[in-house]
């Protein structure tokens, strides 16, 4: 059996079309278009693309050390930002939104429910009372129901959030 030789051509230097330049990297024309938009893949000419320096960019910018770098970078600052707001939480220094949200509905609904409250509760006991006498009762009341806007509870907070987090 003899062995054919086969010829081994230089593609590097090879003028190609977008979608023959496509075809040989192995990505959408979409995709290949995205990416001399964005200044990755050098043209050529009119519409001519040199091959081997099609290959080079594509793959530069697809182990791009410095790009890895960075981004390891920033996913290392990101992990540790987020241990840093668990460990805020875990001291109760720090609260989640929809637990702080959940509470302080829990708050405005439980005042609203004193404040309509008020005209059936407090008529019987001002019969009979002077202006006075039932302007301060009626203060009072109001005050009371109030107070439930005014008063923090972190450990309500921490309950809640302990709660939602399960």
């Known amino acids: 059996m003899s062995r054919r030789k086969t010829q081994s051509r230089d593609f590097r230097n090879i003028r190609v079309t977008p979608s023959e330049a496509a075809a040989f990297i192995q990505v959408p024309e979409r995709t290949f ?97 002077d202006v006075q006498t039932i302007r301060t009762k009626l203060e009072r009341e109001i005050k009371e129901a109030l107070r439930e806007l005014a008063d923090y509870d972190g450990d309500k907070i921490t309950r809640a959030s302990a709660v939602q987090g399960n």
């Open 33 to 129: 278009y995205r990416l001399v938009e964005t200044g990755i893949i050098p043209k050529a000419g009119d519409g001519e693309y040199i091959l081997g320096e099609v290959v080079e960019a594509y793959w530069r910018n697809q182990f791009d050390t410095e790009g890895l770098k960075a981004a390891q970078t920033r996913l290392t600052t990101a992990q540790a930002e987020l241990k840093e707001l668990e460990l805020a939480e875990q001291r109760g220094e720090l609260h989640r939104a929809s637990a702080i949200a959940k509470v302080w509905a829990d708050n405005v609904l439980n005042a609203k429910k004193k404040l309509l409250a008020i005209p059936t509760k407090v008529p019987p006991m001002l019969v009979g009372q």
